[in-house]
């Protein structure tokens, strides 16, 4: 057996401490398990903090983000609603509705946002996809 963490478990790790450090939350994760995800590429899990239930995504080149576990019931809507508001995102930070991220110096927002819309793209190519979905 080998003591080295698998890409999962080095993920899932990294997304919640970064979830955790932002201080998105009055308690700590109680239970993070990883549901769906491609190996080296993008991972989706499911959070537990107190009582509430979130999903996560998170990946080597893709946001860690996190939604509430109302929004959707699979791992594969969970990655439709992620393409849908990371592309949402991405127009309103291209059209200023929103302010610009405060670690994001001016002459950074364009490949910001053109990385946002690269992982949406990308994530809803996934959600097209049937046989990715099939396990």
Same mark, same amino acid.
């Given at each position: 057996? &080998?003591?080295? @963490?698998?890409?999962?478990?080095? &993920?899932?790790? @990294? *997304?919640?401490?970064?979830? #955790? ?13 990883? #549901? ?12 537990? *903090? ?13 946001? &860690? ?5 109302? #929004? ?12 849908? @508001? ?31 819309? @690269?992982? *949406? ?15």
């Amino acid at each position: 057996m &080998t003591s080295q @963490k698998s890409w999962t478990e080095t &993920t899932l790790d @990294k *997304a919640v401490n970064e979830v #955790v450090s932002s201080g998105l939350f009055d308690q700590p994760i109680l239970e993070a398990r990883p #549901v769906w995800h491609i190996e080296g590429a993008i991972l989706i899990a499911e959070c537990r *903090a107190g009582a509430a239930r979130y999903w996560l995504v998170a990946g080597a080149d893709s946001p &860690t983000d996190i939604i509430p576990a109302h #929004v959707a019931s699979t791992a594969r809507e969970v990655a439709r609603h992620f393409s849908l @508001k990371w592309q949402l995102a991405a127009e309103q930070l291209r059209h200023g509705t929103v302010p610009r991220p405060p670690d994001t110096a001016p002459d950074d927002l364009s490949a910001r946002v053109m990385h946002l819309v @690269k992982c *949406a793209e990308s994530l809803m190519e996934l959600v097209e996809h049937e046989s990715v979905w099939v396990r």
